[in-house]
């Protein structure tokens, strides 16, 4: 009867050894997925804050190139006015050599008559 009440012991010893072992097994599980979850988490947080940063950056360009777009066609007027006021000017000059011809002509046959 000792026999088998050692055996039953030695039995009951490996049941709780075995049971420890697999509530270990399973603590370790859960313990890798917890951490696994939590990694995941924080690159799902790190994406986010990416995007984020991304959406920032591309509403900033489409301000700046709207900003470019703005400044040549400010550019363009500006070249335009440059042309007209040159024209403009290249033609007072021009004017003004006729002018000066005619009275350097006139100064000539003046001092000629006289």
Do not use: C, F, P
Not at 14 to 34: C, P
């Amino acid at each position: 009867m000792i026999e088998w009440q050692i055996i039953l012991g030695i039995l009951g010893g490996l049941t709780g050894v075995v049971a420890l072992v697999v509530e270990a097994l399973r603590t370790r599980r859960v313990a890798i997925v917890a951490s696994a979850a939590t990694a995941i988490n924080g690159y799902a947080k790190l994406v986010a804050s990416l995007q984020a940063e991304i959406e920032g950056y591309k509403r900033r360009l489409e301000l700046m190139q709207a900003d470019i777009e703005a400044l040549r066609r400010l550019s363009e007027a500006e070249r335009l006015t440059w042309r007209t006021e040159r024209e403009r000017l290249e033609a007072r000059i021009a004017d003004l050599e006729r002018q000066n011809h005619k009275l350097l002509e006139r100064l000539e046959n003046g001092s000629k008559g006289s």
